[in-house]
């Protein structure tokens, strides 16, 4: 053959090559993000929910876009916002009990985490579950049977929650439950909570899942102003203790169920970094929250004291006593892309 038929022909079958369905790369398709969870993700469910546990009013949403106070405990976007965006999805998920959003727009991502709630119901007696399944009923009517089975299929799912159902239950003796466990008892009571959350949603189709692993509690500045300013150790060997009982169910659950992408997102030692050395993130205070003497304001309290609310939230790890700014939540945020959530890419 002579050489220039040969070598058009090496061009053709080059081209013909990286053109195949065989070697082209396709990136995952992530329908949506669906959130559940505690205060740490709800984007305004509470807002429609009989609790006094709220954040609708200023300082909140401050720096959110239009400086609304959507009912996010922050000045701003929270972790799973971030997450969204970074999918190629909307910049924020919606809360589903939020009367300004539909299911045209719950269907590219949706938030059912409620603040206040835990994995044991006599934290707070909020179920998301049934919100989602009424959710799924709403998608099949709005997109058809099988669209809605493919978007609930390819969906990121979210979960934070885990710290109230220890700082706002067993600590701090608000339900029976210290007498009915000790704390090694409680925390496998949880896990296994957890393990029927999880098997629930996959039962109802959810198949990518990250669970967001407890971060150092003893350190929220609400803890911290009853030790002068020291964390509370022991609540932190309780958050690494439940850590390490969560991912042992993850994979135990994930090798056990078909189909299953269950994985947990690991922030306790990143962000006990970032509280160790703030200034490395560019933050100035990690013990104190922005608002007011930043160490028990939460909430109404907040709003109260609205007028010493630090000038500028990006210097504090903590927005509240207990919510990490809209920064830190980015940062956290990205970090998580990282390391757990582009897995489901």
């Not at 195949?20 to 305004?44: C, E, M």
């Not at 600590?171 to 949880?190: I, M, P, Q």
């Not at 690991?266 to 930043?294: H, M, W």
């Amino acid at each position: 053959m002579p050489l220039a038929a040969s070598t058009a022909r090496f061009l053709l079958l080059s081209v013909l090559l990286l053109s195949s369905p065989a070697v082209t790369v396709v990136r995952a398709r992530v329908t949506a993000l669906i959130v559940f969870g505690d205060s740490t993700v709800d984007a305004g469910n509470n807002n429609a929910v009989p609790t006094a546990v709220r954040s609708n009013f200023p300082p909140y949403g401050r720096d959110f876009p239009g400086g609304r106070a959507t009912g996010r405990f922050c000045n701003g976007r929270v972790a799973t916002d971030f997450y969204s965006e970074a999918f190629g999805l909307r910049p924020f998920v919606p809360a589903y009990l939020d009367p300004d959003y539909g299911i045209q727009d719950f269907a590219v991502g949706v938030c059912f985490a409620s603040a206040g709630s835990g994995l044991d119901v006599a934290t707070a007696g909020v179920f998301q579950v049934d919100y989602f399944r009424d959710y799924k009923a709403r998608l099949a009517e709005h997109l058809g049977a099988a669209e809605a089975r493919a978007v609930v299929a390819d969906a990121v799912y979210a979960i934070s929650i885990g710290t109230n159902d220890f700082i706002e239950n067993y600590f701090a003796l608000t339900t029976a439950r210290f007498l009915e466990f000790t704390v090694g008892d409680y925390t496998d009571f949880l896990i296994g909570l957890a393990r029927s959350f999880l098997v629930e949603l996959y039962g109802l189709g959810a198949r990518k899942i990250g669970f967001t692993g407890l971060g150092a509690m003893g350190c929220l500045p609400i803890e911290r102003g009853r030790r002068v300013m020291l964390c509370i150790e022991e609540y932190n060997v309780v958050a690494r203790s439940f850590n390490a009982k969560l991912r042992a169910m993850v994979d135990e659950l994930t090798g056990s169920l078909p189909g299953a992408q269950f994985r947990v997102a690991e922030v306790y030692d990143f962000f006990t970094g970032i509280l160790q050395n703030p200034s490395s993130y560019g933050f100035v205070k990690a013990a104190r929250g922005c608002c007011g003497t930043g160490l028990y304001e939460m909430g109404y309290t907040c709003s109260e004291w609205d007028a010493l609310t630090c000038a500028d939230a990006n210097r504090y790890v903590f927005w509240d006593a207990v919510h990490p700014t809209e920064r830190a939540n980015k940062i956290i945020a990205e970090y998580l892309m990282n390391t757990t959530f582009s897995h489901f890419l």
